[in-house]
């Protein structure tokens, strides 16, 4: 770790997160012109935003950042691989890592694991299906596409919302902080069906005052920073497509999805660092 890196997420350390979450979160969704029009317009400006692609044809068009930042993009600008075995890339962004699971851990960063049973909340006996498992992480930038989408089909059968820090998840913090995708405030969502089981985690980051799903709306964290799970029984599961519309980061963050033992052949081109596109096949399922 570099003294720069130690500065940094020293400074993370010592900043009010949760309020700094509140305050994002107010006027993200804040719908006063002069505001939100001033936002949306330095930011497009300040990271390069592709317009090209949004929904609506003017970035203020859209009545909050927020809605900018989660926007839909115009129809056909994700096209999905369809081969049956193909798995796709759940989101816009960059491969942090991509592997297998050793040991019941999951390697962070040079020197740093984490371990799966803490990064979904879940016992040792219910990951015994993952050992030796593949997964892969995504960082999404602010300048990428927010919306997260099925890598496969699935029936989400529930969802575990862990709280935790809100701690950044850059190349800077993600070297310098032990198991940061397991300690930070997160979302995992438990899919099965025919080509399950698989875990979709959105984990949070600085700013990441709350994750939306498809199913459930908007998750809130709660007021005395509990755990809580949800499960669904079969009249209340929802069965997605591949390339279904999953949920979202309301501000950016990061994408883990894990699979079980021998079902994945990872695309041996990807490695870390590499763009990756919603649709965009990473790896083919074997059973």
Known sequence: MTVTDKLF???????PKTLLGRIAYRVSRSRRPWLKNALIRCFVRAYAVDTTEM?????????????????????????IDEHPDAICSP???TVQQIGHIEEGQL??????????????????QDTVAFAGGAFLTIYLAPHNYHRVHMPLEGVISGMRYLPGRRLAVNEATVRSVPGLFAVNERLAVFCGGDRGPYWIVFVGAMNVASISTAWAGE?????????YRQAYDDAQAVA???GDYCGHF?????????????????????????????GQRVGTLLR
Not at 9 to 15: A, E, G, H, P
Not at 60 to 79: H, K, V
Not at 107 to 124: E, P, S
Not at 251 to 278: F, N
């Open 219 to 227: 998750v809130l964290p709660h007021t005395h920073g509990e755990p």
């Open 55 to 79: 929904g609506l044809a003017n970035p203020i068009d859209y009545p909050s950042f927020n809605a900018f930042f989660t926007r839909e993009l115009c129809a056909g600008a994700r096209p």
């Open 9 to 15: 997420v020293l400074f993370q350390r010592v900043l």
């Open 107 to 124: 390697f962070q960063a040079k020197g740093i694991f984490y371990r799966l049973t803490d990064l979904l909340g879940v016992d040792r």
């Open 240 to 242: 997605l497509r591949k």
């Open 91 to 93: 989101a816009d962004g």
């Open 250 to 278: 309301n501000m950016g963050s990061t994408v883990i999805i894990v699979l079980p033992d021998q079902t994945v052949a990872w695309d041996p081109a990807l490695a870390p660092g590499d763009p990756l596109r919603v």
